[in-house]
């Protein structure tokens, strides 16, 4: 299992879900991490040892300049070198199509799911250079290569994130710096209340939930439950920060059981 050893890793998204799970896994593995997030870290929830390698910093993401100060923040703690960015913050739109999608969503869910990390990726990539390596692993979507899986904006987000991803492993590839993306299935976290429901579209969440259904378990009273948990995704970006996967760049990474094949 590879070590974190005193390398200093960025997570967007820290305080809940799938950013959580990540944070706990990278502190275990002996990593520094800077937490971001909009929403309060119950720090309580750490050891000591892993409270002395944490910091965090609370701030939402799509403020004017939070991207670059998140990093600044980061460099006065731990130092100028950053060995790791986890692009993890995001939200989920209200399932809306080109024919009903409202601009402010447009607008909410692009900024938080792609224009936060291509800045953040922005914002690190000189210390990154500078040290002649890096890993940055982007969390993406099943939305993120398939029409058929969330509303407009989402798809459209975790696509354009796809993109960018792919981008910048080319670009920097000679400056030894990687650059992935996972792409989970359905996961049992807070996403949920991320929609914002004066735009929930109903029409197209009954279009899309389909896709959806072929891939969800089923609760004991018969609803459909996530069978993805937070650490497997954990578990995969953590693989492609890592030195185990120091020839993989530009890769996306289901995980998802198996939705990928359809
Ligand atoms: N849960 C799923 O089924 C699923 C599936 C595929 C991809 N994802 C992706 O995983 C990532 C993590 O989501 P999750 O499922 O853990 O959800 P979550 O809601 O549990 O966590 C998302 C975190 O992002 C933070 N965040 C949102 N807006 C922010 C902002 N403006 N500034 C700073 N922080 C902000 C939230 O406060 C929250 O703590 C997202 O990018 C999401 O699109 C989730």
Not at 61 to 69: G, S, Y
Not at 177 to 202: H, K, Q, W, Y
Not at 240 to 262: F, N, Q, Y
Request: charge should be negative; proline fraction near 4%.
């Amino acid at each position: 299992m590879p070590s974190f050893e005193n390398q200093v890793v960025i997570i967007t998204g820290c305080s809940s879900g799938i950013g959580l799970a990540t944070t706990n896994l990278f502190l275990d593995r002996g990593a520094k991490v800077f937490g971001i997030d909009i929403q309060p870290f119950n720090t309580t929830t750490l050891s000591a040892d892993h409270q002395s390698k944490f910091l965090f910093h609370q701030v939402d993401l799509t403020i004017a300049k939070a991207t670059d100060d998140a990093v600044a923040a980061c460099q006065i703690k731990f130092g100028k070198k950053i060995d790791v960015l986890v692009n993890c913050a995001g939200v989920t739109d209200g399932w809306s199509s080109a024919d009903t999608l409202k601009e402010s969503e447009w607008d909410r869910v692009i900024g938080i799911n792609l224009t936060v990390p291509v800045k953040l990726m922005s914002a690190v990539l000189p210390a990154m250079k500078e040290a002649k390596s890096g890993a940055i692993v982007n969390v993406c979507s099943k939305a993120g290569v398939s029409g058929a899986a969330a509303g407009i904006a989402y798809t459209a987000s975790k696509h354009g994130l796809v993109g960018a991803t792919k981008n910048v492993a080319w670009r920097f590839r000679q400056d030894n710096i990687r650059c992935n993306a996972v792409l989970p299935g359905g996961v049992n976290t807070n996403i949920a209340s991320s929609v914002n429901m004066e735009c929930f579209d109903p029409e197209g969440f009954n279009a899309f939930f389909p896709t959806i259904q072929m891939h969800v378990g089923k609760s004991q009273d018969g609803q459909p439950e996530p069978i993805i948990g937070t650490d497997d995704v954990a578990h995969g970006i953590a693989y492609l920060a890592s030195s185990d996967a120091r020839m993989v760049s530009g890769a996306l990474l289901p995980i998802d059981s198996a939705w990928s094949t359809l």
